[in-house]
């Protein structure tokens, strides 16, 4: 048995099996929630290479399977990043119980997610574009909701998705050039325009945003959420390999200038827009913006990196609460704009208290998740570009205006009827749960951000 | 040189015309069928193009997957014909106009094609201009619109630009696999985008 074979065949065969429970969306769910949380215990507990027992069974996972002559690898080293992508997932799907996400959420979810892992695993690793892509193009149904006109950020989404698919492939070829010729500094411009383009097509950088609150407007708000958050993170993933493999696209001076200076842009912009903003939609949209940008300000600066690993989980658990939130308020309001949400915080206390402790988290308020990882890079920065920090808290600051008018609309107008609780139960208990890990994380933050601060360990050139 | 390349070689102009009819045909289309068949008709352009640097029969694949594309995007259409019909309402000059567009995009691309040839030795000048005007007219027409179907055609049609220059550099069986089954992932998308509007509201 090998390694690809458990967490990339697997949840695979598994998504398959499970489009013939639609008809029983609750079992779909939670038996998909239940296949990602084994396989991140699995990855957590088994080791690759060596023999595995498991009662009279024992046997040895390989790290390669063979597929049309290439490879899918997967490692001993990479297990904790599966540990912690499957562990998403299944918080994620555990989330599906209780929404509207869809019929198709829990297999498309699982497959979504093997196919993610084989980007991560397949050789040569620039393959992993066309993974991503088909990842990407396996999300459409689960973003536009039957019955439902299409919008344009869904339209949007697969454009710039698929545009930037040949940017990488090219590229791919032309780093063939720039190793056998190093010094070429043409080559090596050419590869870098190219690199940058399909990143920011993929990640969804200034100008390519524009998707990004469009689709947190007009889709479904949890379908939304988990393209947000696994979408950002591989391609990420995808990006290191990049610098891990390349030691002069690592050592040339401009790449981490770059990254800062985009990091930098869109944490500003998104903070910006978010302050101005009239709609809890597009307000969680530009929450993602400011939230890529903060993932870049990470990877750009010198020591980010654990940094990034260690933001991880107080974005996926911010985001899921965010979109829980919008779900559980689309329910009781015509719409998520400010003016049709006035007062809502008496008729769904735990729903509206939720989403702005969820948004505080992401501007990184004191004492909630996000802030331990926010003061952590505002630190590092401070010593090495005195003006990314003041951006990047010009952002936060932005992020966090949109939360405070957000506040401000929940609880204004002249309903003075009695408090009341009108979520349902296991969605109030979801958020609930939620809403207080986030303050756990905060107040405790050495618990839990320590173990993903180790993850860098894995890219043994980019480790600090 | 064998003479099924020599013959090859005799059609690739003629594909590049075949390419830029076609692609000029689904921008300024106004029937979904005529661009479907258009869409159809442009993959054995792309095949000629592509087997000028590949073995025939795995170029004969990359044809087949855009067709099977094509049928899929029929089929949807055929199902909820409303999606088409949501059209741009300013026909007449819409149509004037992006045929224009087209002129221009063709210049500017039939200009730059030897430059931009012989800055990758491995690619031929008449699949460079081929790549060329398939990827300029397919962001043509994915500037040009918001509708679903358009939307995919556009894709699909940068997407076989970039296909025909790939194939000159990249003849791995992996690589032709997971292309052909963006093609198809496409062109599922673009499906389940044209009829969801239609399906009923889960409960």
């Given at each position: 048995m090998s390694a690809p074979l458990v967490w990339i065949v697997a949840p695979g065969v598994a998504g398959v099996l499970l489009f013939f429970l639609r008809r029983w969306p609750r079992l779909a769910a939670s038996a998909a929630m239940a296949v990602a949380g084994v396989l991140a215990l699995a990855a957590w507990k088994l080791s690759v290479g060596e023999i595995v027992s498991l009662g009279l069974w024992s046997f040895r996972l390989q790290e390669t399977l063979f597929v049309l002559g290439r490879q899918f690898t997967l490692g001993d080293a990479i297990r904790p990043i599966l540990t912690v992508i499957y562990l998403m997932v299944a918080f994620w799907l555990g989330g599906t119980i209780s929404t509207r996400a869809?019929?198709?959420?829990?297999?498309?979810?699982?497959?979504?997610?093997?196919?993610?892992?084989?980007?991560?695993?397949?050789?040569?690793?620039?393959?992993?574009?066309?993974?991503?892509?088909?990842?990407?193009?396996v999300c459409i149904p689960l973003l536009a909701s039957p019955g439902k006109p299409v919008g344009r950020g869904i339209l949007r989404f697969i454009t710039f998705q698929t545009l930037g698919m040949p940017f990488l492939l090219f590229t791919g070829w032309l780093l063939a050039g720039v190793e056998a010729d190093p010094g070429n500094q043409a080559l090596v411009l050419r590869v870098s325009i190219l690199l940058g383009l399909g990143f920011s097509f993929l990640l969804a950088v200034f100008p390519f945003h524009t998707w990004v609150p469009m689709l947190a407007e007009q889709s479904n708000a949890y379908a939304a959420s988990f393209v947000f958050l696994l979408v950002p993170v591989m391609v990420t993933l995808f990006g290191l390999g990049f610098l891990e493999r390349y030691a002069w696209l690592r050592?040339?001076?401009?790449?981490?200038?770059?990254?800062?200076?985009?990091?930098?842009?869109?944490?500003?912009?998104?903070?910006?827009?978010?302050?101005?903003?009239r709609h809890l939609g597009r307000m969680m949209g530009y929450g993602v913006i400011g939230e890529t940008g903060f993932a870049l300000l990470a990877l750009g600066t010198e020591?980010?990196?654990?940094?990034?690993?260690?933001?991880?989980?107080?974005?996926?658990?911010?985001?899921?609460?965010?979109?829980?939130?919008?779900?559980?308020?689309?329910?009781?309001?015509?719409?998520?704009t400010f003016h049709s949400v006035k007062g809502l915080a008496r008729r769904m206390p735990i729903a509206t208290a939720c989403l702005v402790l969820a948004h505080l988290s992401l501007a990184g308020f004191p004492l909630l998740g996000g802030f331990p990882v926010r003061l952590w890079l505002w630190e590092f920065l401070a010593g090495q570009s005195q003006s990314a920090a003041i951006w990047s808290l010009m952002g936060s600051a932005g992020l966090l205006v949109g939360g405070l008018r957000t506040l401000a609309a929940f609880v204004s107008g002249s309903d003075e009827g009695q408090l009341q609780v009108s979520e349902g139960r296991f969605h109030a208990l979801l958020l609930l749960i939620g809403g207080l890990a986030l303050i756990v994380v905060g107040v405790f933050p050495n618990t839990f951000l320590a173990v993903l601060a180790q993850i860098p360990q894995v890219f043994t050139h980019l480790a600090p | 040189m064998t003479l099924g390349d020599l013959s090859l070689l005799s059609l690739a102009w003629p594909a590049v015309g075949l390419l830029t009819l076609t692609s000029v045909v689904m921008l300024v289309g106004r029937n979904w069928r005529w661009c479907i068949a258009a869409l159809a008709v442009q993959y054995v352009g792309v095949f000629a193009l592509v087997a000028l640097s590949w073995p025939v029969e795995m170029a004969v694949a990359k044809m087949i997957a855009g067709w099977m594309a094509g049928a899929v995007l029929g089929v949807a259409t055929i199902t909820a014909p409303e999606s088409w019909r949501e059209e741009e309402r300013s026909w007449p000059s819409g149509r004037v106009f992006r045929l224009l567009a087209a002129i221009l995009g063709g210049l500017v691309v039939f200009s730059l094609a030897p430059r931009t040839a012989a800055l990758v030795p491995s690619v031929r000048l008449e699949q460079m201009t081929g790549a060329l005007v398939l990827m300029g007219m397919g962001l043509l027409h994915l500037g040009l619109t918001a509708q679903p179907l358009r939307v995919v055609m556009g894709l699909l049609t940068v997407i076989a630009g970039f296909e025909i220059l790939y194939a000159a550099v990249e003849t791995s069986t992996l690589v032709a696999g997971l292309l052909a089954g963006v093609n198809l992932g496409l062109a599922l998308a673009g499906a389940y985008l044209l009829i969801s509007p239609t399906m009923e509201a889960a409960k």
């Open positions: 869809g019929w198709a959420a829990a297999p498309l979810g699982l497959c979504v997610v093997a196919l993610m892992t084989a980007a991560l695993a397949v050789e040569p690793f620039l393959y992993a574009a066309l993974l991503l892509e088909m990842a990407a193009l050592n040339a001076a401009g790449v981490y200038t770059t990254l800062r200076l985009a990091g930098v842009l869109m944490l500003a912009a998104g903070g910006l827009m978010a302050a101005f903003q020591g980010g990196l654990p940094i990034y690993f260690a933001s991880l989980l107080p974005r996926a658990l911010a985001l899921g609460v965010w979109s829980l939130a919008l779900l559980a308020i689309q329910d009781h309001a015509p719409d998520l | -």
